[in-house]
């Protein structure tokens, strides 16, 4: 068994708690306890986390809550009696004066012990071999009832230099380095860590690596610790309670400088939360417009980045915080940055379920680009979210006034005769060529007839799924764009449904021949996503008629490996349903794979 803990979920970002809900909801995954923790007066009805725990247990996973209550006043007077060697008649009305300080935080309680021993208010006895302490000097101390503000109120009794330091890291992050803080800090990292040692043996901080030298000549070297945490993030929160807001601004925006003048430039997506995080805290202090124009395009960066982790929420922060950072109008100063800015924010708007918002957004958008291939990517965005939405009327509509764009129309009338002429176009296109060497095809490099392959590709679920006539036109089409004017990662998918088009037709050996070719060719572009669909389609729509059935199972196996390693969930649920027809094709006894069956069931559910 595997138990995970996971601390502090009060901040937890929607795509973490999208990985605990897939973990909590998967019916395959067994001998796994996660332990959640949060701040329960942080977290409101409406919070992310509880609503993604509501959601679980309406789902039917199996959730028990641990309210861990604060200390009794019967607990700290045990802990003060067993910490002091005394009765606990001795010490009740220390433990009394406490609990009142402290509402019986545990936390809280160990600071404000702490406090005591530091201001020597609780004293050792030589005489008497006991421990004292004075209550009413205590009280006089009027120490808060706040937690931060007593830690500010102990990190104020360090030196100045301490406290600085300290402050500074505190920007970092909870975890910080040596040379980072030196850099901010502006001082050597013998010096940064010398002033850095007083918090260290106060236990404000924690050491995370071992000692080691600054320098390997044994005459000229210092022991330092490069590596720290902060013994508890309300240490943190003290230590940037100190400092000023504007001061704040300023250590990010340096902080945010230093990491992007560190970062090499293939290790920079890697680095981009973090660096982006820092720049946009004191993005009110930048003055260039260069470097203003330079943060917008690294939040656009970050917000494509969130949007391929499935960090939908963040993506729209980060792509929101590039559309502010950017000075002056963006669309007239920099087109292409705002082309691509303003589509990414209108499909993030979808993804984040604003679908009204998203339409509007890409509309507007419409109007503002200036050529047809910019307005075909915004179309491909609203074909997707009609097709997503059941709007399959919508979409074809769409679809239709983007390629007539391109040059490229769709009929409204004699279907047939239409069809007929774009399978006839297909002969003629093909020529004296076997359909196997179409493999062999040059890259497309026509930037109009790609941005046609994509929409006529992205049309064809929305066609098919609406019952429309033009479903197989639409097929045909794509199909030919890839054997007059070369391959894009697309031409597989197009080889591939005219290979069910002519299956639907009966004309069993092309409809082999093509759904071959889009598989090898797939294949050829070591592209899971379309290997996936075409092995699908190669195996369950015309292998099966012109060879045994038992060759389905390792393509429709593909299907489902690469489906599931590449994210094409579609493709997974459509193998899986055909090896069990397949199965039943042959005559297989049900009873022989009904518990495969109902694993397959319980997929389509999660999955659904």
């Known amino acids: 068994p595997l138990a995970i803990f996971l601390d502090d979920l009060q901040w937890a970002d929607s795509a973490s708690l999208k990985v605990i809900d897939l973990m909590m909801t998967d019916e395959q995954l067994q001998h796994l306890l996660i332990i ?32 861990l209550n604060p200390l009794t006043l019967a607990h700290i007077t045990e802990l003060i009696a ?12 220390l433990a009394a004066l406490i609990y009142k300080k402290t509402s019986g935080n545990p936390f809280f309680v160990n600071e404000f012990l702490k406090t005591l021993d530091r201001e020597h208010l609780v004293r050792f006895d030589w005489h008497q071999w006991c421990w004292q302490w004075d209550l009413d000097q205590i009280q006089a101390l009027g120490i808060t009832e706040n937690v931060v503000d007593l830690l ?127 720049l946009n805290k004191g993005k009110d202090l930048i003055e260039s417009e260069e470097e203003k124009v330079a943060l917008a395009k690294l939040n656009l960066t970050a917000g494509k980045k969130a949007k391929e982790a499935t960090a939908y929420v963040a993506a729209m922060e980060y792509l929101l915080s590039a559309s502010n950072a950017y000075p002056g109008e963006i669309w007239e100063d920099n087109y292409e940055l705002a082309e691509e800015l303003f589509r990414e924010l209108g499909q993030v708007e979808y993804l984040n379920g604003n679908f009204q918002a998203s339409e509007s957004l890409i509309k507007s958008n419409l109007i503002r680009v200036n050529s047809a291939i910019d307005r075909s990517k915004l179309y491909y965005l609203l074909i997707e979210q009609y097709t997503m939405l059941a709007k399959y009327n919508e979409a ?14 769709l009929p409204d009338r004699d279907f047939d005769r239409s069809l007929e002429a774009e399978l006839n176009n297909f002969r003629t296109n093909l020529g004296d060529r076997e359909i196997s060497d179409l493999i062999d095809n040059l890259a497309m490099t026509d930037p109009i007839e790609r941005c046609a392959l994509d929409l006529l590709i992205k049309l064809q679920p929305a066609s098919y799924l609406g019952g429309s006539d033009l479903a197989g036109i639409i097929m045909a089409k794509a199909a030919n764009l890839s054997v007059k004017y070369g391959h894009t990662s697309k031409s597989a998918t197009s080889y591939s449904n005219l290979g069910i088009l002519y299956s639907m037709l009966g004309n069993y050996p092309l409809s082999y021949q093509l759904t071959l070719l889009g598989y090898q060719l797939s294949k050829k572009l070591d592209d899971f996503y379309a290997i996936s669909q075409t092995a699908d389609s190669l195996a369950n729509f015309s292998l099966l008629w012109v060879k045994h059935i038992k060759e389905t199972e390792s393509f429709n196996a593909e299907s489902i490996e690469t489906g599931l390693q590449s994210g094409m969930i579609q493709f997974v649920g459509f193998s899986m349903a055909h090896i069990l027809l397949n199965r039943i094709y042959q005559g297989e006894n049900i009873a022989l794979f009904l518990d495969e069956a109902l694993n397959i069931l319980s997929f389509f559910r999660k999955t659904q």
Request: glycine share 4%; charged share 20%; hydrophobic share 45%.
């Open 36 to 67: 959640g923790a949060y701040r329960d007066n942080e977290v409101d009805p409406n919070h992310p986390l509880t609503l993604t725990l509501k959601s679980l247990e309406q789902g039917g996973a199996i959730l028990q809550w641990i309210t």
């Open 82 to 93: 067993a910490a002091l060697h005394a009765d606990q008649s001795t010490v009740e009305p």
């Open 152 to 278: 500010v109120g102990n990190l104020r009794k360090i030196s100045e230099k301490s406290q600085r330091v300290l402050q500074l890291a505190a920007c970092i992050g909870n975890s910080f380095d040596l040379n980072t803080l030196s850099i901010i800090y502006a001082d050597s990292v013998v010096n940064t860590f010398a002033d850095l040692l007083p918090a260290i043996q106060s236990g404000l901080i924690q050491p995370t690596s071992s000692l080691e030298t600054t320098s390997e000549q044994l005459i000229d070297f210092s022991l330092i610790i490069l590596n720290y945490k902060f013994s508890h993030d309300r240490v943190q929160q003290a230590a940037d309670a100190m400092i000023d807001d504007d001061l704040k601004k300023t250590v990010n925006l340096q902080i945010g400088r230093l990491l992007l003048a560190n970062t090499a430039l293939d290790e920079l997506d890697e680095k981009i939360f973090k660096l982006v995080d820092y």
């Open 396 to 409: 074809i509509e769409i679809g239709t006034i983007a390629l007539a764009e391109l040059g490229i129309s």
